[in-house]
């Protein structure tokens, strides 16, 4: 009887799991250079070749039609931030300072990010499962037999397309979000905390806070564009594939979010941006 293979160690395991980690983020990387290599060739090639009505469409299709999911989150958190705040203000009669919390955490972080979380569901789970689809049925397979580039073709427009929507997205975030905490102030905090609210968000938060913030969204919708195609370009397995390929999109979107927000949180700190 042929004995069981032997067990791998926790170091054996752990160097697997870091090999696979490298070999992914590599995949990662090629796939980033290339689409920029596109990106340039479309911009300054003559003649240019960058598909704008295909950016266009892909805008709306995975930016325009998440726009009411995205809003109703922003303002039910907005609500939520400015009545979970009001406790420890209220002995210090500071409920006014709710505007100014709401407005910079907004434009800074949750407006972004809560976004991103949310176009993570929308449009990276839509664009893995849509190349993947086109994987497991050999549509990527032809395009190449027609001389036509999946990664110029599919890749491109969809990157783009996250970008645009994310940095849109994010600027109508930040209004829902200060709405939000507008409302808790009218119909359940008084007038100590809605008098002079929108006055205070205006006065409190700087140009550089709204901007820091857009550059968190471009990064942000080009992580999850990169993301969900590298999952769609690489199934294999069928249906099965592709529904695993959907799943692991939203889950290592909404991880590498956080680790990018972090990264964007100290560097912001260390240089007092």
């Known amino acids: 009887m042929a004995s069981p293979p032997p067990s791998r160690g926790p170091i054996v395991a752990a160097g697997a799991r870091l090999l696979d980690l490298a070999e992914y983020l590599g995949g990662m990387t090629l796939l980033l250079g290339e689409a920029l290599r596109w990106i340039g060739m479309g911009l300054v090639g003559r003649p240019r070749r960058l598909d704008v009505a295909a950016v266009a469409a892909q805008v709306v299709r995975l ?42 955490g907004f434009m800074r972080e949750l407006g972004p990010l809560l976004a991103a ?9 839509s664009i893995a499962a849509e190349i993947g689809t086109m994987a497991v049925s050999e549509e990527l397979e032809a395009l190449r037999t027609h001389a036509i580039r ?10 783009l397309a996250t970008i645009v929507a994310m940095v849109a997205l994010t600027v109508l ?16 905090l008084g007038p100590e905390a809605s008098q002079g609210y929108w006055d205070r968000i205006a ?3 700087r140009l550089l806070d709204f901007t820091t913030g ?18 769609g ?21 909404i991880v590498s979010l956080v680790v990018v927000d972090c990264i964007f949180t100290v560097l912001f700190y260390v240089y007092e941006l």
């Open 63 to 104: 930016g325009v039609r998440a726009t009411g999911i995205v809003l109703m989150v922003q303002f039910f958190v907005g609500m939520i931030l400015a009545l979970q705040m009001a406790p420890p203000l209220e002995p210090f009669g500071s409920l006014a300072m709710i505007a100014d919390i709401i407005g910079f």
């Open 117 to 125: 979380v949310v176009l993570s569901g929308f449009a990276g789970a």
């Open 150 to 159: 999946p990664v110029r073709y599919l890749v491109v427009p969809r990157l």
């Open 173 to 188: 975030s930040d209004l829902a979000g200060c709405a939000g905490g507008y409302a808790s102030a009218v119909l359940v």
């Open 203 to 205: 006065a409190s938060v």
């Open 214 to 231: 857009l550059v968190k969204a471009g990064v942000f919708g080009l992580v999850l564009g990169l993301l969900a195609c590298h999952e």
């Open 233 to 253: 370009l690489k199934v294999r397995d069928g249906a099965a594939g592709v529904g695993r390929a959907t799943t692991m999109t939203v889950v290592y979107t």
